[in-house]
Protein backbone atom coordinates (compact mmCIF):
# COMPACT_ATOMS: atom_id res chain seq x y z
CA UNK A 1 0.00 0.00 0.00
CA UNK A 2 1.57 3.17 -0.90
CA UNK A 3 1.25 6.23 0.96
CA UNK A 4 -0.46 9.45 -0.19
CA UNK A 5 1.88 11.86 -2.09
CA UNK A 6 2.01 14.93 -0.20
CA UNK A 7 -0.21 18.01 -0.45
CA UNK A 8 0.60 20.35 -3.37
CA UNK A 9 0.70 23.54 -1.84
CA UNK A 10 1.27 25.12 1.94
CA UNK A 11 -1.88 24.14 3.39
CA UNK A 12 -3.88 26.31 5.64
CA UNK A 13 -7.56 26.37 7.73
CA UNK A 14 -9.05 28.10 4.57
CA UNK A 15 -7.58 24.88 2.38
CA UNK A 16 -8.81 22.35 4.52
CA UNK A 17 -12.43 23.72 5.01
CA UNK A 18 -12.90 23.63 2.03
CA UNK A 19 -11.75 20.23 0.84
CA UNK A 20 -14.30 19.50 4.09
CA UNK A 21 -17.24 21.24 2.68
CA UNK A 22 -16.36 19.64 -0.59
CA UNK A 23 -16.36 16.38 0.83
CA UNK A 24 -20.03 16.77 2.31
CA UNK A 25 -21.58 17.04 -0.81
CA UNK A 26 -20.37 13.97 -1.96
CA UNK A 27 -23.82 11.97 -0.83
CA UNK A 28 -27.39 13.27 -0.81
CA UNK A 29 -27.52 12.08 2.69
CA UNK A 30 -25.51 12.62 5.81
CA UNK A 31 -25.84 9.78 7.15
CA UNK A 32 -26.73 6.77 5.39
CA UNK A 33 -25.89 3.28 7.37
CA UNK A 34 -24.07 1.00 4.85
CA UNK A 35 -20.45 -0.65 4.79
CA UNK A 36 -20.86 -1.39 1.01
CA UNK A 37 -19.27 2.23 0.22
CA UNK A 38 -16.18 2.28 2.93
CA UNK A 39 -15.44 -1.33 1.83
CA UNK A 40 -14.72 -0.09 -1.94
CA UNK A 41 -13.03 2.78 -1.10
CA UNK A 42 -10.73 0.96 0.94
CA UNK A 43 -9.97 -1.67 -1.68
CA UNK A 44 -9.04 0.92 -4.08
CA UNK A 45 -7.20 2.22 -1.01
CA UNK A 46 -4.85 -1.14 -0.72
CA UNK A 47 -7.05 -1.65 2.39
CA UNK A 48 -5.21 0.07 5.13
CA UNK A 49 -7.72 -0.96 7.58
CA UNK A 50 -6.53 -4.87 7.19
CA UNK A 51 -2.83 -3.24 8.22
CA UNK A 52 -3.68 -1.57 11.39
CA UNK A 53 -1.74 -2.42 14.92
CA UNK A 54 -4.60 -4.14 17.53
CA UNK A 55 -7.93 -2.26 17.37
CA UNK A 56 -9.99 -1.71 20.65
CA UNK A 57 -13.90 -0.89 18.93
CA UNK A 58 -16.48 1.04 21.70
CA UNK A 59 -20.17 1.48 20.77
CA UNK A 60 -22.47 2.89 23.33
CA UNK A 61 -24.99 5.56 23.67
CA UNK A 62 -23.48 7.28 26.94
CA UNK A 63 -19.87 6.77 27.89
CA UNK A 64 -18.50 5.40 24.96
CA UNK A 65 -16.12 8.68 24.42
CA UNK A 66 -15.08 9.01 28.08
CA UNK A 67 -14.25 5.22 27.73
CA UNK A 68 -12.17 5.71 25.14
CA UNK A 69 -10.04 8.94 26.91
CA UNK A 70 -10.15 7.15 29.99
CA UNK A 71 -8.37 4.18 27.88
CA UNK A 72 -5.82 5.91 26.16
CA UNK A 73 -4.77 7.85 28.73
CA UNK A 74 -4.08 4.73 30.27
CA UNK A 75 -2.57 3.08 28.17
CA UNK A 76 0.02 6.14 27.34
CA UNK A 77 0.87 6.60 30.80
CA UNK A 78 1.80 2.85 30.21
CA UNK A 79 4.07 3.99 27.58
CA UNK A 80 1.92 2.71 24.55
CA UNK A 81 1.77 4.39 21.50
CA UNK A 82 -2.02 4.97 20.96
CA UNK A 83 -4.06 5.82 18.05
CA UNK A 84 -7.45 7.16 18.37
CA UNK A 85 -10.23 7.61 16.23
CA UNK A 86 -13.49 9.87 17.96
CA UNK A 87 -16.65 12.27 16.91
CA UNK A 88 -17.81 14.74 16.62
CA UNK A 89 -14.40 17.44 17.18
CA UNK A 90 -15.91 20.22 18.66
CA UNK A 91 -13.47 22.97 17.44
CA UNK A 92 -11.66 21.84 14.87
CA UNK A 93 -12.18 18.71 12.57
CA UNK A 94 -8.21 17.52 13.37
CA UNK A 95 -9.62 16.51 16.97
CA UNK A 96 -10.92 13.74 15.34
CA UNK A 97 -8.04 11.75 14.35
CA UNK A 98 -5.07 11.04 17.00
CA UNK A 99 -1.66 9.55 15.76
CA UNK A 100 0.34 7.94 18.45
CA UNK A 101 -0.54 10.82 20.95
CA UNK A 102 -0.99 14.28 19.12
CA UNK A 103 -3.32 15.15 17.05
CA UNK A 104 -3.26 15.26 13.14
CA UNK A 105 -1.84 18.20 11.13
CA UNK A 106 -3.53 20.67 8.97
CA UNK A 107 -0.60 19.03 6.12
CA UNK A 108 -1.03 15.52 6.96
CA UNK A 109 -4.83 15.33 6.98
CA UNK A 110 -5.32 17.79 3.29
CA UNK A 111 -3.16 15.48 1.63
CA UNK A 112 -4.89 12.24 3.01
CA UNK A 113 -8.54 13.80 2.37
CA UNK A 114 -7.03 14.61 -1.25
CA UNK A 115 -6.24 11.15 -1.93
CA UNK A 116 -9.10 9.51 -0.75
CA UNK A 117 -11.22 12.22 -3.07
CA UNK A 118 -9.10 11.58 -5.57
CA UNK A 119 -9.60 7.41 -5.19
CA UNK A 120 -12.78 7.95 -4.70
CA UNK A 121 -13.51 9.45 -7.99
CA UNK A 122 -16.77 11.33 -7.38
CA UNK A 123 -18.91 8.06 -6.32
CA UNK A 124 -21.50 8.77 -3.54
CA UNK A 125 -19.60 8.47 -0.17
CA UNK A 126 -20.62 10.29 3.33
CA UNK A 127 -18.49 12.48 4.56
CA UNK A 128 -17.99 10.18 7.87
CA UNK A 129 -17.02 7.38 5.47
CA UNK A 130 -14.38 8.91 3.69
CA UNK A 131 -13.12 10.87 6.39
CA UNK A 132 -13.06 7.60 8.46
CA UNK A 133 -11.10 5.89 5.30
CA UNK A 134 -8.19 8.81 5.67
CA UNK A 135 -7.87 8.08 9.32
CA UNK A 136 -7.10 4.61 8.46
CA UNK A 137 -4.86 5.52 6.14
CA UNK A 138 -2.76 7.79 8.84
CA UNK A 139 -3.19 4.37 11.42
CA UNK A 140 -1.80 2.62 8.66
CA UNK A 141 0.92 4.61 7.99
CA UNK A 142 2.30 5.86 11.57
CA UNK A 143 3.63 3.30 14.16
CA UNK A 144 1.33 2.52 17.45
CA UNK A 145 1.06 -0.41 19.50
CA UNK A 146 -2.49 -0.05 19.87
CA UNK A 147 -5.83 1.93 17.82
CA UNK A 148 -8.93 2.67 19.96
CA UNK A 149 -11.97 3.67 17.23
CA UNK A 150 -15.33 4.49 18.81
CA UNK A 151 -18.42 4.45 16.66
CA UNK A 152 -20.11 7.22 14.96
CA UNK A 153 -23.46 5.81 15.19
CA UNK A 154 -24.67 2.41 15.80
CA UNK A 155 -22.43 -0.35 15.17
CA UNK A 156 -23.44 -2.92 13.16
CA UNK A 157 -23.40 -0.70 9.81
CA UNK A 158 -21.33 1.85 11.28
CA UNK A 159 -18.14 2.98 9.03
CA UNK A 160 -15.58 1.76 11.57
CA UNK A 161 -16.94 -1.47 11.85
CA UNK A 162 -14.92 -3.22 9.03
CA UNK A 163 -12.51 -4.28 11.22
CA UNK A 164 -12.70 -7.85 10.94
CA UNK A 165 -10.45 -9.05 13.98
CA UNK A 166 -10.39 -6.48 16.71
CA UNK A 167 -8.63 -7.08 19.70
CA UNK A 168 -11.32 -6.12 22.53
CA UNK A 169 -14.69 -4.64 21.71
CA UNK A 170 -16.79 -2.65 24.44
CA UNK A 171 -20.72 -1.93 24.52
CA UNK A 172 -20.87 1.35 26.92
CA UNK A 173 -24.78 1.97 28.54
CA UNK A 174 -27.01 1.91 25.51
CA UNK A 175 -30.44 4.15 25.85
CA UNK A 176 -33.41 5.63 23.20
CA UNK A 177 -30.81 7.77 21.03
CA UNK A 178 -31.01 7.96 16.93
CA UNK A 179 -34.13 6.53 16.58
CA UNK A 180 -34.70 7.42 13.07
CA UNK A 181 -31.44 5.45 11.72
CA UNK A 182 -31.50 2.92 15.10
CA UNK A 183 -35.21 2.20 15.73
CA UNK A 184 -37.48 3.17 18.42
CA UNK A 185 -36.95 0.55 20.82
CA UNK A 186 -34.04 -0.43 23.27
CA UNK A 187 -33.55 -3.86 21.74
CA UNK A 188 -33.49 -2.39 18.15
CA UNK A 189 -30.81 -0.19 19.09
CA UNK A 190 -29.06 -2.77 21.00
CA UNK A 191 -29.22 -5.09 18.17
CA UNK A 192 -27.25 -2.38 16.23
CA UNK A 193 -24.57 -1.72 18.63
CA UNK A 194 -24.07 -5.23 19.43
CA UNK A 195 -22.96 -5.09 15.78
CA UNK A 196 -19.63 -5.07 16.85
CA UNK A 197 -18.83 -8.26 18.35
CA UNK A 198 -16.85 -10.67 16.72
CA UNK A 199 -16.31 -13.86 16.43
CA UNK A 200 -14.42 -15.26 19.38
CA UNK A 201 -13.12 -11.85 20.48
CA UNK A 202 -13.88 -10.88 24.34
CA UNK A 203 -16.74 -7.67 24.64
CA UNK A 204 -16.77 -5.77 27.78
CA UNK A 205 -20.15 -4.51 28.77
CA UNK A 206 -21.15 -1.74 31.03
CA UNK A 207 -24.24 -1.59 32.93
CA UNK A 208 -27.43 -2.35 30.45
CA UNK A 209 -31.15 -2.15 30.43
CA UNK A 210 -32.48 -6.09 30.77
CA UNK A 211 -33.48 -5.29 26.99
CA UNK A 212 -29.80 -4.48 25.86
CA UNK A 213 -28.41 -7.36 27.82
CA UNK A 214 -30.46 -10.13 26.55
CA UNK A 215 -29.66 -9.09 22.59
CA UNK A 216 -26.15 -8.54 23.96
CA UNK A 217 -25.70 -12.24 25.22
CA UNK A 218 -27.97 -13.49 22.59
CA UNK A 219 -25.02 -11.54 19.62
CA UNK A 220 -22.28 -13.09 21.83
CA UNK A 221 -23.62 -16.49 21.90
CA UNK A 222 -24.32 -16.60 18.30
CA UNK A 223 -20.43 -15.11 17.64
CA UNK A 224 -18.96 -17.17 20.70
CA UNK A 225 -17.64 -14.16 21.59
CA UNK A 226 -17.11 -13.95 25.89
CA UNK A 227 -18.56 -11.43 27.93
CA UNK A 228 -16.96 -9.63 30.60
CA UNK A 229 -20.58 -7.70 31.58
CA UNK A 230 -20.63 -5.41 34.97
CA UNK A 231 -22.18 -6.99 37.89
CA UNK A 232 -21.42 -10.62 37.19
CA UNK A 233 -17.54 -10.49 35.81
CA UNK A 234 -16.56 -7.03 36.78
CA UNK A 235 -17.84 -3.97 39.24
CA UNK A 236 -16.72 -0.42 40.54
CA UNK A 237 -18.01 1.64 43.48
CA UNK A 238 -17.20 5.16 44.31
CA UNK A 239 -15.51 5.11 48.00
CA UNK A 240 -14.65 7.80 50.20
CA UNK A 241 -10.96 8.54 48.73
CA UNK A 242 -11.79 6.90 45.03
CA UNK A 243 -13.07 4.08 43.59
CA UNK A 244 -12.42 0.96 43.79
CA UNK A 245 -12.39 -1.97 40.82
CA UNK A 246 -13.00 -5.49 40.98
CA UNK A 247 -12.84 -8.52 38.54
CA UNK A 248 -12.79 -11.97 39.70
CA UNK A 249 -10.02 -12.28 42.21
CA UNK A 250 -8.62 -8.80 41.12
CA UNK A 251 -8.98 -5.98 43.57
CA UNK A 252 -7.64 -2.34 42.65
CA UNK A 253 -8.26 0.76 45.04
CA UNK A 254 -7.97 3.80 42.47
CA UNK A 255 -8.18 7.38 42.89
CA UNK A 256 -11.32 9.45 41.62
CA UNK A 257 -11.37 10.29 37.61
CA UNK A 258 -10.28 13.72 37.00
CA UNK A 259 -13.90 13.59 35.15
CA UNK A 260 -16.75 15.12 37.55
CA UNK A 261 -20.00 12.52 37.77
CA UNK A 262 -21.02 9.47 39.22
CA UNK A 263 -21.61 8.04 35.53
CA UNK A 264 -18.16 9.02 35.16
CA UNK A 265 -16.88 6.36 37.94
CA UNK A 266 -19.20 3.39 35.69
CA UNK A 267 -17.04 4.72 32.39
CA UNK A 268 -13.52 4.81 34.37
CA UNK A 269 -14.59 1.51 35.87
CA UNK A 270 -15.58 0.39 32.49
CA UNK A 271 -11.78 1.39 31.00
CA UNK A 272 -10.39 0.11 33.66
CA UNK A 273 -12.09 -3.65 32.78
CA UNK A 274 -10.76 -2.63 29.24
CA UNK A 275 -7.35 -1.92 30.29
CA UNK A 276 -6.95 -5.00 32.31
CA UNK A 277 -8.84 -7.05 29.55
CA UNK A 278 -6.72 -6.55 26.36
CA UNK A 279 -4.47 -9.25 25.62
CA UNK A 280 -0.81 -8.39 24.75
CA UNK A 281 -0.78 -5.06 26.83
CA UNK A 282 0.44 -4.79 30.11
CA UNK A 283 -1.22 -1.71 31.72
CA UNK A 284 -0.54 -1.68 35.84
CA UNK A 285 -2.76 -0.17 38.23
CA UNK A 286 -0.49 2.75 38.51
CA UNK A 287 -0.59 3.72 35.05
CA UNK A 288 -4.74 3.45 35.46
CA UNK A 289 -4.34 5.41 37.95
CA UNK A 290 -2.39 7.98 36.29
CA UNK A 291 -4.59 7.97 33.60
CA UNK A 292 -7.96 8.58 36.05
CA UNK A 293 -6.16 12.02 37.03
CA UNK A 294 -4.82 13.11 33.61
CA UNK A 295 -7.37 12.05 31.65
CA UNK A 296 -8.23 15.35 29.12
CA UNK A 297 -12.20 15.32 27.65
CA UNK A 298 -13.00 18.56 27.06
CA UNK A 299 -17.00 19.26 27.43
CA UNK A 300 -17.64 16.77 29.92
CA UNK A 301 -18.67 18.67 32.99
CA UNK A 302 -16.18 21.50 32.15
CA UNK A 303 -15.89 24.06 34.34
CA UNK A 304 -14.68 27.55 32.09
CA UNK A 305 -13.28 30.08 34.25
CA UNK A 306 -12.42 33.09 31.41
CA UNK A 307 -13.16 33.86 28.13
CA UNK A 308 -16.12 36.62 26.99
CA UNK A 309 -18.89 34.29 28.24
CA UNK A 310 -17.40 34.25 31.58
CA UNK A 311 -16.45 37.72 31.60
CA UNK A 312 -20.52 38.91 30.99
CA UNK A 313 -21.42 36.74 34.37
CA UNK A 314 -21.30 38.54 37.62
CA UNK A 315 -18.02 37.83 39.03
CA UNK A 316 -18.30 34.74 41.38
CA UNK A 317 -20.83 32.95 38.60
CA UNK A 318 -19.45 29.66 37.77
CA UNK A 319 -20.31 28.81 34.51
CA UNK A 320 -20.05 24.77 33.34
CA UNK A 321 -19.83 23.28 30.21
CA UNK A 322 -21.97 19.82 29.52
CA UNK A 323 -21.92 17.95 26.07
CA UNK A 324 -25.18 16.20 26.93
CA UNK A 325 -27.63 15.35 24.21
CA UNK A 326 -30.19 12.61 25.11
CA UNK A 327 -32.13 11.66 28.08
CA UNK A 328 -29.96 9.07 29.78
CA UNK A 329 -27.00 12.12 29.58
CA UNK A 330 -29.04 14.24 30.79
CA UNK A 331 -30.44 12.40 33.84
CA UNK A 332 -26.41 11.44 34.62
CA UNK A 333 -25.79 15.71 34.44
CA UNK A 334 -28.82 16.08 36.91
CA UNK A 335 -27.28 13.47 39.35
CA UNK A 336 -23.80 15.25 38.41
CA UNK A 337 -25.35 19.03 39.57
CA UNK A 338 -26.84 17.53 42.68
CA UNK A 339 -23.58 16.61 44.08
CA UNK A 340 -22.60 19.81 43.46
CA UNK A 341 -22.70 22.77 46.37
CA UNK A 342 -26.03 23.73 45.55
CA UNK A 343 -27.09 26.98 44.05
CA UNK A 344 -28.99 29.23 42.21
CA UNK A 345 -28.77 27.39 38.75
CA UNK A 346 -29.54 29.00 35.63
CA UNK A 347 -29.62 26.82 32.12
CA UNK A 348 -28.28 28.41 28.70
CA UNK A 349 -29.53 25.11 25.77
CA UNK A 350 -29.31 24.07 22.34
CA UNK A 351 -29.84 20.75 20.76
CA UNK A 352 -30.03 19.42 16.85
CA UNK A 353 -34.10 18.75 15.91
CA UNK A 354 -33.13 14.92 15.69
CA UNK A 355 -32.97 14.65 19.44
CA UNK A 356 -35.36 14.30 22.21
CA UNK A 357 -35.19 17.62 23.84
CA UNK A 358 -38.00 17.10 26.19
CA UNK A 359 -35.91 13.71 27.40
CA UNK A 360 -32.90 15.70 28.15
CA UNK A 361 -34.86 18.76 29.89
CA UNK A 362 -36.89 16.88 32.09
CA UNK A 363 -34.50 15.71 34.50
CA UNK A 364 -32.99 19.30 34.49
CA UNK A 365 -36.24 20.98 35.15
CA UNK A 366 -36.31 20.66 38.83
CA UNK A 367 -32.74 21.76 39.49
CA UNK A 368 -33.05 25.23 37.07
CA UNK A 369 -34.19 28.76 38.23
CA UNK A 370 -34.57 29.29 34.51
CA UNK A 371 -33.19 28.53 30.99
CA UNK A 372 -32.04 30.71 27.43
CA UNK A 373 -32.40 28.22 24.61
CA UNK A 374 -30.58 28.98 20.89
CA UNK A 375 -29.82 27.39 17.39
CA UNK A 376 -26.46 26.19 17.46
CA UNK A 377 -24.81 28.03 14.53
CA UNK A 378 -23.73 26.91 11.61
CA UNK A 379 -25.81 23.54 12.31
CA UNK A 380 -28.57 23.08 9.46
CA UNK A 381 -30.14 20.21 11.82
CA UNK A 382 -30.45 22.44 15.03
CA UNK A 383 -33.99 22.87 16.45
CA UNK A 384 -35.11 26.17 16.37
CA UNK A 385 -34.51 28.40 19.65
CA UNK A 386 -38.33 28.73 20.11
CA UNK A 387 -39.47 24.91 19.36
CA UNK A 388 -36.33 23.81 22.45
CA UNK A 389 -37.86 26.93 24.79
CA UNK A 390 -41.77 25.00 23.73
CA UNK A 391 -40.47 21.43 25.07
CA UNK A 392 -38.42 22.86 27.89
CA UNK A 393 -41.90 24.69 29.17
CA UNK A 394 -43.36 21.07 28.39
CA UNK A 395 -41.64 20.05 31.50
CA UNK A 396 -42.15 22.49 33.59
CA UNK A 397 -38.65 24.48 33.18
CA UNK A 398 -39.36 28.44 32.52
CA UNK A 399 -37.57 29.70 29.00
CA UNK A 400 -37.42 31.67 26.74
CA UNK A 401 -35.53 31.90 23.06
CA UNK A 402 -32.52 34.09 22.77
CA UNK A 403 -30.56 34.77 19.55
CA UNK A 404 -27.09 33.84 20.49
CA UNK A 405 -24.87 32.44 23.23
CA UNK A 406 -23.75 36.02 23.71
CA UNK A 407 -27.64 37.30 24.39
CA UNK A 408 -28.89 34.31 25.81
CA UNK A 409 -26.12 34.75 28.66
CA UNK A 410 -26.28 38.85 28.93
CA UNK A 411 -30.18 37.79 29.50
CA UNK A 412 -29.07 35.08 32.17
CA UNK A 413 -26.83 37.67 34.10
CA UNK A 414 -29.05 40.16 34.55
CA UNK A 415 -31.80 37.86 35.95
CA UNK A 416 -29.17 36.21 38.43
CA UNK A 417 -28.23 40.09 39.35
CA UNK A 418 -32.09 40.92 39.62
CA UNK A 419 -32.94 37.29 41.38
CA UNK A 420 -30.17 36.71 42.97
CA UNK A 421 -28.78 39.61 44.63
CA UNK A 422 -25.22 38.78 45.69
CA UNK A 423 -25.28 35.00 46.44
CA UNK A 424 -23.60 33.02 44.28
CA UNK A 425 -24.94 31.20 41.13
CA UNK A 426 -24.11 28.80 38.27
CA UNK A 427 -24.76 28.80 35.09
CA UNK A 428 -24.78 25.37 32.93
CA UNK A 429 -24.51 24.96 28.92
CA UNK A 430 -25.45 22.09 27.35
CA UNK A 431 -27.71 20.10 24.88
CA UNK A 432 -25.63 19.05 22.08
CA UNK A 433 -21.61 18.45 21.25
CA UNK A 434 -21.78 20.76 18.66
CA UNK A 435 -23.01 23.71 20.44
CA UNK A 436 -20.38 23.02 23.30
CA UNK A 437 -17.96 23.15 20.26
CA UNK A 438 -19.46 26.40 19.46
CA UNK A 439 -19.23 27.64 23.12
CA UNK A 440 -15.80 26.53 23.46
CA UNK A 441 -14.52 28.36 20.07
CA UNK A 442 -16.43 31.75 20.79
CA UNK A 443 -15.14 31.41 24.52
CA UNK A 444 -11.75 30.77 23.62
Request: charged share 20%.
Amino acid sequence: MAPPPPAAAEPNKDHLGIILQRLMALHPKAIDLSLERIRALLAKLGDPHLVLPPVFHVAGSKGKGSTTAFLRAMAEAAGYRVHAYTSPHLVRFNERIRLAGRLIDDEKLIALLEHCERINAGQPITFFEITTAAAYLAFAEIPADLVLLETGLGGVADTTNVIPQPRLTAITPIGIDHVAFLGDTIAKIATAKAGIIKPGVPCVVGPQPDEAMAVIAAQAAACRAPLIRHGREWTVRETTDGMLWRQGEQDIRLPHPALLGEHQIVNAGTAVTCARNLAGFDIPPDAIAHGLRGVDWPARMQRLNKGPLVDILPPGTELWLDGAHNAMAGAALAETLNILPPKPTWLLAGMLNTKDAAGLLRPLAPLMRGARCISIPGEINSLSAEDLAAAARSVGLAAAPAESAEAAMRQIAETIRAEAASAPARVVITGSLYLAGRILAENS
